[in-house]
């Protein structure tokens, strides 16, 4: 079965999320066989989360310090629905604070502070990347875990001739070996993935992502 075969559920914003859909089956639709393959890539695209700042920053320095990547495009406005502080700064503006304190310099650091979800992220960055080279082949990518499909997905759709490093961010709660622990209540881990199933789903189906086959039976609940 495709992605977008799948059901689209009727969740709610600021609502706890129940799937129809068992935990394994829900894994393997958001985190897939993703992995890092460990490539050096010149340029780095950094999507922002609000909640999770400290934690894409600090995955920013590590890499950029065994020598990852050159460039970074930090991603990231103030209007996205991560903003629940309704901070008036933008996610990018806060984490390059934290990355050049950490001795990255600043003449390597491109910021994108307009975009307010995952694909405004992408096609603002690579108007930046472009405009340096048009002909860019291969990228990293770092973002939070159980974000990093809908990302890779979005990449394959609309920029299919470009090879994406995905490097996760790790946050403690929405990783693929934690997610599932604890409540469902708004804005948990448990919470964030069957939200980001859903999505994965819905978009699928608009046609903004690049449908792929489950590798697992589908399991549902109902």
Sequence with gaps: MKLSELEVENLKIKEPAESIY?????????Y???????????????FGNSNQINERAKT????????????????????????????????ASRMKKIIINAGIPETHIYMEEQSQNTFENIDNAMKIIHRENKNIENLS?????????RCSLA?????????????PSYDGYAD???????????????????????????????N???????????????
């Design 32 to 46: 897939g066989n993703l992995s890092d393959d460990g490539n050096y890539n010149e340029w780095c695209i950094v």
């Design 208 to 222: 903004l992502l690049a449908d792929y086959e489950i590798s697992r039976e589908i399991v549902s609940k109902k």
């Design 155 to 167: 990449f394959k759709k609309k920029y299919p001739n470009i090879t994406v490093t995905t490097i």
């Design 141 to 149: 990518i770092i973002t939070g875990e159980y974000h990093l499909m």
């Design 22 to 30: 068992d935990d394994a089956f829900i894994t393997d639709v958001v």
């Design 60 to 91: 920013v320095i590590e890499k950029y310090k065994e020598g990852r990547f050159t460039k970074i495009v930090l991603c990231g406005g103030t209007a996205g629905i991560s903003n629940t502080d309704n901070s008036k700064e933008s996610e």
């Design 176 to 206: 693929k070996n934690n997610w599932f622990i604890g409540s469902n209540e708004w804005n948990t881990g448990r919470c964030m993935v069957i939200w980001e199933r859903n999505l994965l789903t819905k978009y699928a189906k608009e």
